[in-house]
Each structure stands twice: as structure tokens, then as C-alpha cells.
């Protein structure tokens, strides 16, 4: 089977950085993505990790360990925009499956 | 790039009708489709993945006779929900990838079934 865990909920302050964690287990995994999701909207692609190691993007980072089924999600310079949830997501062979995500309140 | 066009992104229709809903990867090729339900306040569930050309690969507990779903090209894919009742009424929304990569999203369709 699948698991999927990473916290449901996160507070932070404006201007500060906040990481999501993200640990799974799966069979036939090949990558790691993360998403944010607007209330009311449809989720945005925001990173994605194949290997392991930190890939960047502005103010985005993300990290996969292989090794640990473990990833994380780095947002800095919180902005009030960047409330949100974020979903990590397990790339399977076929699939992409989503857990409940993190919601992120970002405040003043 | 890789931009993923939905259509429509609302439909309110009546119950016992039908509703057709567009799927379309913009500037890469789609081998892969995915369509996925959103019920208020819960994650994203995976309805059915679509490859061209093949029948699509419906998740437990989809009734793949009431949600059709066509993967004709490599740039489209469309979800038919048939005999729409209101428990049907949510968020669907597709993603596409060209590659065993990440997924890139429409901007959804919410359907009010009344």
C-alpha cells in the first residue's frame, strides 16, 4: 500500500521561512512533486525532486531523500500570498496520488 | 510552458443531464491524463488515469460508466459525467504530463448538479 504523511496544518510569519516535511512510502516511486492550492482553485505545480538533493526555484526550494522516502518543501521570505495549502505527491508508476496537504497560514 | 487549458470552469445542469468537460495540454504532448474529484475542505482524489489511445484506468470505486472519459489525441482528453445527479456536484480537475515527471493542471471545473 500507500502512505503519505506531512503536517496538516503550519503558521508562520510574514517575511520568515517555514518547511513542510513530507515522508512516504511507496512501491515504484520515481520522484516527488509539490503543489500549492488556492481555496477555490486548482493546484500549481511548484517543484519537483528525482534525485535526491535540493533543487531551487526563487523563493521555493525542495528536498528528496531516496534513502529516508522523505522530502520537504522550503518557502522563504514568506509572503501573505503564499497561504495556501501545499501538497507533496509521490510520483508511482501511473499515478500521482495526493495526501490531505498543509495548510499554511502565513501572518502578519 | 506546459500549460494545461480546462473548459468549461463552471456548469451548473440538471439532474439526470449530462456534462462534458475538456482536458487540453496547450504546448506539449500528453501521453498521460489524469482526472481528479475535490469535495469542499478534502484533498484531490484520483477518479481515472488516461493514456492516448487506450482505455482509461479507473481508481476503486469509480463507476467508469458513469464517468467517460476519452484520451483520443495527444493533446486531449475529456470527462463525460453521465446522468448527473447532486453527490456528483464538485470540483474535477485534470493534469497532464508528457513524461514521467510532474503534473501540470487545468484550472478545474466546478459542477453544480441541481
Known amino acids: 500500500g500507500q502512505s503519505l504523511e506531512q503536517p496538516s496544518e503550519v503558521t508562520a510569519v510574514e517575511g520568515a521561512i517555514v518547511q513542510i516535511n513530507c515522508t512516504y512510502q511507496t512501491s515504484g516511486f520515481y520522484g516527488l512533486s509539490w503543489y500549492q492550492q488556492h481555496d477555490g482553485g486548482a493546484p500549481t505545480f511548484l517543484s519537483y525532486?528525482?534525485?535526491?538533493g535540493l533543487e531551487e526555484t526563487g523563493r521555493f526550494s525542495s528536498f528528496l531523500s531516496r534513502s529516508d522516502s522523505y522530502g520537504y518543501l522550503l518557502l522563504q521570505e514568506l509572503q501573505m500570498k503564499d497561504s495556501a495549502s501545499y501538497f507533496c505527491a509521490p510520483s508511482v508508476y501511473q499515478k500521482v496520488t495526493f495526501g490531505i496537504g498543509t495548510k499554511l497560514q502565513v501572518i502578519p | 510552458g506546459a500549460v494545461v487549458s480546462q473548459h468549461p470552469s463552471r456548469v451548473i445542469c440538471k439532474s439526470g443531464t449530462s456534462v462534458k468537460i475538456e482536458c487540453r495540454s496547450l504546448?506539449?504532448?500528453?501521453?498521460?491524463m489524469f482526472w481528479y474529484r475535490q469535495f469542499p475542505k478534502q484533498s484531490l482524489m484520483l477518479m481515472a488515469t488516461s493514456n492516448e489511445g487506450s482505455k482509461a484506468t479507473y481508481e476503486q470505486g469509480v463507476e467508469k460508466d458513469k464517468f467517460l472519459i476519452n484520451h483520443a489525441s495527444l493533446t486531449l482528453s475529456t470527462l463525460t459525467v453521465t446522468s448527473a445527479h447532486p453527490e456528483d456536484s464538485s470540483f474535477y480537475i485534470c493534469?497532464?504530463?508528457?513524461?514521467?515527471?510532474?503534473?501540470?493542471f487545468g484550472n478545474g471545473t466546478r459542477l453544480t448538479v441541481t
Open positions: 504546448d506539449f504532448q500528453a501521453t498521460t
Open positions: 493534469s497532464a504530463r508528457s513524461t514521467e515527471g510532474p503534473l501540470h
Open positions: 525532486n528525482a534525485l535526491d
